[in-house]
Nanobody, 129 residues
Framework: QVQLQESGPGLVKPSQTLSLTCSVS??????????WSWIRQPPGKGLEWIGY???????YVSPFLKSRTSISRDTSKNQFTLQLSSVTPEDTAVYYC?????????????????????WGQGIQVTVSS
């Protein structure tokens, strides 16, 4: 059974870079045709899909966040990471990592749904001075 666990700071100051790590157990992030995503849910809003890194290391990021987002991985630790730069209070959200999440992009914005895949429990990140 694949399990995912997010970790990182719960509080980030405006203009700084948010960095989160997803630790995966029960399966390798390089095995099979799988896609490892980051998703967030701001308070009172729906699930926003941020981007993924694939089993091969290729990445795809939501056009809306592309200029501020980097997704990478450490295969020796079976982890993948999210970096979101120049954060503002609008980046306050619960951040999730997931395997094979379902997402849909309309224009520059991408949304996710909870049907299918494996998800972490989520981590609250607040952007505030």
């Amino acid at each position: 059974q694949v399990q995912l666990q997010e970790s990182g700071p719960g509080l980030v100051k405006p203009s700084q870079t948010l960095s989160l790590t997803c630790s995966v157990s029960g399966g390798s992030i390089t095995t099979g045709i799988v896609f490892w995503s980051w998703i967030r849910q701001p308070p009172g809003k729906g699930l926003e899909w941020i981007g993924y890194i694939s089993y091969s290391g290729s990445t795809y990021v939501s056009p809306f966040l592309k200029s501020r987002t980097s997704i990478s991985r450490d295969t020796s630790k079976n982890q993948f990471t999210l970096q979101l730069s120049s954060v503002t209070p609008e980046d306050t959200a619960v951040y999730y990592c997931a395997r094979d999440a379902t997402f849909h992009c309309s224009g520059d914005v991408c949304s996710a749904t909870e049907d299918g895949g494996y998800w972490g429990q989520g981590i609250q990140v607040t952007v505030s001075s």
